[in-house]
């Protein structure tokens, strides 16, 4: 018997197929449309606000800079604005099509004005899209900088629905899903690990980011890949017009940035490095005042750095060239010789991205994406006799075609291809125990091509009602080279079976539709809608028990099943006080099939580098309750989210296949973010975070028999780390600000009351094999206790 989500995904697929190809017979009318530009740089403006005065008609520029607005014939006020320029107002005499582009000139802000917001006020309740948090470069550089840098990564974990995953890991988990089930994109280029000190700061640089945008329910059909989420990151263009030098230098890291023409008014470039020195500078000097027993400051050797690049051609008015290059690293070392106890790790991303856009006319644009993206990830742990190393690592070439097409009656139809090849190093592990190894057998290498064409629409119905609806068709192809081994007498290997290069071994094609709905109750609220089926074809195999960072990326196979998700959201959504306060309540239900974990380890059951055999499949659901309260702008700014949610897990090969809880499911989570501007120099800011511990397992028991230590486990994930919890602090002194520089101190303090929050818990071992004696004290690692930092930021 088919679920009701299958039934639910194939009537609305159904549905969408009639309906797409319907809509676009409307009403003629004539179109203005062109680019919004900054007047003093060239830049285009993203997320500009395009109005017609009067009538309830707008739209905002997209990431290229570019509106289109249908308009009446006869006379049209147009009005173009955007935070922190001055508003245009333009009387257009409509009766043809018109190409038109605004400059708009940077406006001084009041003394007691600060503003932090997601988007355009009026898009909280007018859009069709549920689930968006959206920052532009300038809404970034006015939340709290902590580090001496704002960071827009952090900013979208203070979120109602986004947790990061814990102090010391690099992911984050959307209402639910798992850190693989979220598609991170730099200039539509994947990045697979987006965090430098272990989640401490971004692999984004802010001097590098044009807008950050978040999507967390209502994925559009031009997205795939992943259940739970989309971050995509647009790139900032260099100045047209002049050579500039910004940077920062603090007591954690420092970094410089270059930009200007290459040939002025057509060509660009924007060059940018980062690098810590936290053992060099910070560490001797705070750790003489740091009481508790922090591994960040007494016994790790940490280090980053990252080298952003962009360069931009303007061919001419309609074709448009970019390439965007990042490469980052990091190296962490923790080492406690009183317990013969060393781990190191390194992990790095590269990204290539080459964008060519073109606008055909008015009615039609496309946009061109060849990238190349690395991840890899090395881990090494020695303890007494027992030596581990591990390497893992995914490689990508990725082409995506994506049409956009306005017709006439304002609605939008965008379509398109997306293409990846991927290649896998899924685990290459080498072991040893006192005077003898532990045989993996040879690595190998997997390879596989994804690929999918889809079809979405944006649609207003009536002035309250509007829909927008998709469809993805995808695919997934497992090729070789290959061996597949076939076990046999004793469970040793028997027989195996080789595939050529390029042989297909395995394929899969699932349809996927999406639908969201937005209905205006009145001027100031609305009720949003939406459902989502997709599909994710590769894989983050994570140990339930572990709470280390030793992940591995795997594609599926003949044995491994796409990941499958349905996805539903209803919220209500308003605005107060023309604008200022804004507020959302959202609920959300998500049921995810074939999930994916490693059983009871790393190592465990990887018997001859049989990957697939040391994985089990199951369920997952995740269900919840989330709120919102924003202040948009004012002298005092800010939000307040909290997530009430439960997130479990069902594998028949874990917990007796009993349900238990996901180890990032958190019962409850609350983020508070405030700035108040004093005056037109000094701004104070402040974060505070509070979530429900982690679930992990933990022994119940240990036995010493026969000289030898013996485990009992209680229930998966039937323990809970204490609760997370953390202040930070921030001020920010502008010192000076003219046209040709600025000058700015930034004052931060993270932890400000010295949480010792859980990295991870180990348990240390006292012993006397002839006395049978055996003592075990639980031990829990913390990384980062209070940190202040003092940074100074320049431009010139």
């Known amino acids: ?53 009067g009538t309830s008609r707008g739209t905002v520029s997209n990431n290229k800079g570019y509106y289109s607005i249908l308009l009446k014939d006869g006379n049209n006020t147009i009005v173009v604005s955007h935070l922190g320029y001055e508003s245009v107002d333009k009387d257009i005499e409509s009766g043809i099509d018109i190409n038109m582009d605004f400059y708009l000139k940077p406006e001084v802000i009041k003394a007691d004005d600060v503003v932090i917001t997601t988007d355009a006020p009026e898009n909280n309740i007018e859009s069709a899209e549920t689930g968006i948090i959206e920052l ?26 986004v947790q990061s995953a814990s102090e010391g890991n690099t992911g984050y988990y959307v209402r639910g899903g798992g850190t693989d089930q979220n598609l991170i994109l730099l200039d539509n280029a994947t990045v697979y690990n987006p965090s430098h000190v272990l989640g401490f700061f971004s692999v984004f640089n802010t001097d590098m980011i044009r807008n950050v945008k978040l999507i967390k329910s209502g994925v559009p059909a031009n997205y795939g890949s992943r259940l739970s989420s989309v971050i995509q990151v647009a790139s900032e263009d260099g100045d047209y017009n002049k ?144 030596k581990i190393n591990l390497f893992s690592g995914i490689e990508d070439v990725n082409y995506k075609l994506n049409f956009n097409r306005i017709n006439n009656n304002g609605n939008l139809i965008r379509f398109g291809l997306d293409y990846q ?81 390029k042989e297909l071994i395995e394929s899969y094609f699932n349809l996927g539709p999406r639908l969201s709905i937005r209905y205006l109750l009145n001027d100031n609220s609305s009720v949003k809608a939406s459902f989502t089926n997709s599909y994710q074809y590769i894989h983050l195999a994570t140990a339930s028990s572990v709470t280390l960072p030793t992940d591995v990326w795997l594609p599926s196979t003949g044995r491994i099943k796409p990941q499958k998700g349905i996805h539903m959201s209803l919220g209500y959504y308003l605005n107060m006080f023309e604008n200022v306060i804004s507020g959302s309540v959202d609920l959300y239900y998500k049921d995810l099939k074939n999930q994916v974990e490693l059983l009871y380890g790393i190592v465990n059951d990887y018997k001859d580098n049989i990957f697939e055999e040391s994985i089990t499949f199951g369920n997952g659901r995740s269900y919840g309750l989330e709120l919102l309260l924003k202040k948009e702008k004012g002298k005092a700014a800010g939000w307040l989210g909290y997530t009430l949610g439960k997130t479990t897990r069902q594998f028949d090969e874990i917990n007796e296949g009993d349900i ?43 036995y010493l028999i026969e000289g030898h230590v013996i485990n009992e486990y209680g229930k998966t994930n039937s323990f809970r780390m204490p609760s997370y919890h953390r202040l930070d602090l921030s001020v920010t002194y502008l010192a000076r600000k003219t046209d040709r520089f600025e000058s700015s101190w930034n004052l931060s303090v993270f932890n400000v009351y010295n949480r010792a929050n859980p990295f991870y818990i180990y348990f240390e071992i006292k012993e006397d094999i002839n006395n049978y004696y055996l003592e075990i004290n639980a031990k829990q690692i913390s990384l980062f206790p209070v940190m202040p930092s003092l940074t100074w930021r320049f431009r010139f």
């Not at 470069?137 to 109602?160: C, H, S, T, V």
């Not at 070789?480 to 290997?493: A, F, H, L, Q, S």
Request: net charge positive.
């Open 1 to 53: 018997m088919k679920s009701p989500g299958f039934i639910i995904s194939r009537i609305i697929a159904g549905f969408l197929i009639i309906y797409v190809f319907i809509i676009n017979i409307y009403a003629q009318e004539h179109k203005l449309s062109g680019y919004i530009y900054d007047s003093t740089t060239s830049k285009v403006l993203t997320g500009a606000s395009i109005f017609v005065k």
């Open 136 to 161: 532009s470069k300038e809404e970034i550089e006015k939340l709290p900088a902590l580090m001496g840098e704002p960071d827009p990564y952090r900013a979208i974990q203070l979120n109602p629905g």
């Open 243 to 386: 050579y500039s030098t910004r940077g920062s230098i603090g007591l954690i890291s420092s970094k410089i940035s270059l930009q200007g023409p290459v040939f002025k008014n057509k060509s660009s470039f924007l060059i940018s490095f980062r690098r810590s020195y936290i053992d060099e500078i910070l560490k001797p000097m705070i750790r003489p005042l740091v009481t508790s027993s922090s591994s960040f400051y007494n016994y790790s050797r940490y280090h980053f750095y990252d080298l952003s690049a962009k360069l931009t051609y303007k061919i001419n008015r309609n074709n448009r060239l970019s390439v965007v290059y990042y490469k980052g690293r990091d190296d962490f070392e923790l080492e406690r010789s009183q317990l013969n106890y060393k781990n190191n790790l390194y992990w790095g991303n590269e990204v290539i991205s080459l964008n060519w856009s073109h606008i055909f006319n008015e009615n039609w644009y496309c946009l061109n994406t060849l990238s190349y993206s690395e991840y890899r990830f090395s881990f090494a742990a020695e303890q007494r006799e027992i």
């Open 421 to 501: 090849f991927h290649n896998f190093i899924p685990n290459n592990i080498d072991a040893s125990s006192s005077n003898f190894n532990l045989n993996f057998g040879a690595n190998q290498k997997l390879y596989s091509h994804e690929s999918a064409v889809y079809i979405a629409s944006e649609t207003t119905i009536t002035n309250r009602l509007k829909v927008n609806t998709g469809l993805r068709l995808s695919g997934f192809f497992h090729t070789g080279p290959y061996e597949e081994y076939i076990r046999g007498y004793n469970n040793e290997i028997a027989d195996t079976i080789v595939y050529k290069s």
């Open 660 to 702: 238990y809880p996901a180890k990032y499911d958190r019962r409850h989570d609350i983020n508070l973010v405030l700035s108040y501007k004093l005056n037109n120099k000094l701004t104070l800011a402040s974060t505070f975070i509070y979530a429900t511990g982690n679930a992990m397992t933990l022994p119940v028991g240990k």
